[in-house]
């Protein structure tokens, strides 16, 4: 039997954030029970977790591809000096 988190990495990048995005819309409905509510916060953050690993991987390898070639300098996070002028 597959877990949740075997599962989950079953879901593309895209999937998943459907699925985080459906269950934040049942949260904010507040038409779920609270037993209910726990367990689609808990898998929230299961498939949050995954988004955001995925989405390193992958700003990872694009780094990667362009230190490679040379072409461009690394993914900055907003926060450099250009930004605080």
């Known amino acids: 039997m597959m877990t949740e988190k075997q599962e989950i990495e079953q879901l593309s990048f895209e999937e998943a954030l459907e699925e985080l995005e ?30 955001a690993r995925l989405l390193t991987e992958a700003e990872t390898k694009v780094e990667q591809l362009v230190n490679e070639r040379g072409e461009t300098e690394p993914f900055s996070t907003g926060d450099n000096d250009a930004d605080k002028a």
């Open 22 to 51: 459906r269950i934040v819309d049942e949260l904010e409905s507040g038409e779920i029970d609270l037993e209910e509510m726990l367990d689609r916060f808990e898998r929230a953050m299961q498939l949050r977790e995954y988004c």
